[in-house]
Structures are given as C-alpha cells and as structure tokens.
Nanobody, 113 residues
Framework: QVQLVESGGGLVQSGGSLRLSCTAS????????VAWYRQAPGKQRELVAT???????NYQDSVKGRFTISTDGSSYTVYLQMNSLKPEDTAVYYC???????WGQGTQVTVSS
C-alpha cells in the first residue's frame, strides 16, 4: 500500500495556470501507471491524464495541449501542470495508483470566469 497526498490546488482566473503535486509515501518507480482524475460537482469522476512507469502519457481530449503530467527525478512525486485553465476545469482533482488501489484525498481547483 502507498499513501498519496495532493497539493497545489486553489482559485485561479480563466486563462491562468496551476501545478498540482501528488507525493507518495514511498518510491513509486516501476508502477504500471499513475493517474490524475477529477470530479466536478454533480458529475462522475473522470480520468484526466496518466503516466506510465516508462514515461508514456495519455490525456483526456478536453485537456490535451493544456495539461502536462510528469514525474520528478525522486520517483516520489507526480505533477499535473495545468495551463489555459477554463471554468469547466473546476473540480476536485485526485491522484491514484490503480494497481494498489491508492487514492489521495483530493485538492480543489476553482477557475473563475
């Protein structure tokens, strides 16, 4: 089991940027993949982006070209750089390692118009 803690959320104006961090309680080098999800009020949780253990990335169509998922050299942290934010990006963002069933507590992102 591994614990995940997200940080970096906040309130930003439309067009602004935020960088979310997901820090693991232990080295996650070699996991199949790490994912960022989000859940907006009244909506189902949706997959935003994934990064594999080999560094391959995938994105939901609505965030392609605006969001970037990456890891740092320590193998403990995964980032989600979010640029050109839109009001529809407002949600609670969660990181997860599905193979371990591990989820963070979430961080709120609010984008004002």
């Amino acid at each position: 089991q591994v614990q995940l803690v997200e940080s970096g959320g906040g309130l930003v104006q439309s067009g602004g940027s935020l960088r979310l961090s997901c820090t693991a309680s232990r080295n996650i080098l070699g996991v199949l993949y790490v994912a960022w999800y989000r859940q907006a009020p009244g909506k189902q949780r949706e997959l935003v982006a994934t990064i594999s253990g080999g560094g391959s990335t995938n994105y939901q169509d609505s965030v392609k070209g605006r969001f970037t998922i990456s890891t740092d050299g320590s193998s403990y942290t995964v980032y989600l750089q979010m640029n050109s934010l839109k009001p529809e990006d407002t949600a609670v963002y969660y990181c997860a390692i599905p193979q371990f069933g591990s989820w963070g507590q979430g961080t709120q992102v609010t984008v004002s118009s």
